[in-house]
């Protein structure tokens, strides 16, 4: 007897195909916007700092991933570029973006976005709504530290999410 496709299937299967389509779909985006010798860790940086205008080294090298060392390197390049500048405000050097910064960040908005639509396109407005609530719940109910969920949303457009699900997910301070 041959059994139907849908009793067969591993969630962790569709669930690592789903992912793995995405993340194909968004390594494609980065390559189609990011200049030569840049990547997904400095984008997430630009990301970051676009959401946070001001914010030091410090606070940025937990989000991404990176040394201390490793972030401040990635600064000075980001600088040389073009994309970043910095600030003295008092004792802290305070980071932001360039225009140039913010042009290659909408650039990537734009791909990000048509990257989503291209891998949301198999859906119904339906399911695709039905889809973003189920990820929302899940991202909820997954409680993390507030500097992990800023490092979840690294690639997202902050502005775009008035009530975003991560940042539900921030466990209290003790």
Sequence with gaps: MI???EWI???ANVW???TLRSH???????AEVMPPGLGPRDLAALTLLAAHEGCSADWLFARIGLTQSGTVRLIDRLERLGYVDRARRGRVLALGLTAAGRELLAAW???RD?????VLDALTADERRQLTELLSTALRRTPRARSVADATCRFCDWPACSACPV???VEASP
Excluded: I, R
């Excluded at 048509?114 to 291209?118: F, H, P, Q, V, Y």
């Design 114 to 118: 048509s990257a989503g639509e291209e």
């Design 167 to 169: 940042d539900e997910s």
């Design 3 to 5: 059994q139907s496709y």
């Design 109 to 111: 908005t734009a791909a």
């Design 16 to 18: 690592a195909a789903w």
């Design 24 to 30: 194909d779909a968004l390594t494609a985006a980065v």
């Design 9 to 11: 299937m591993s969630e």
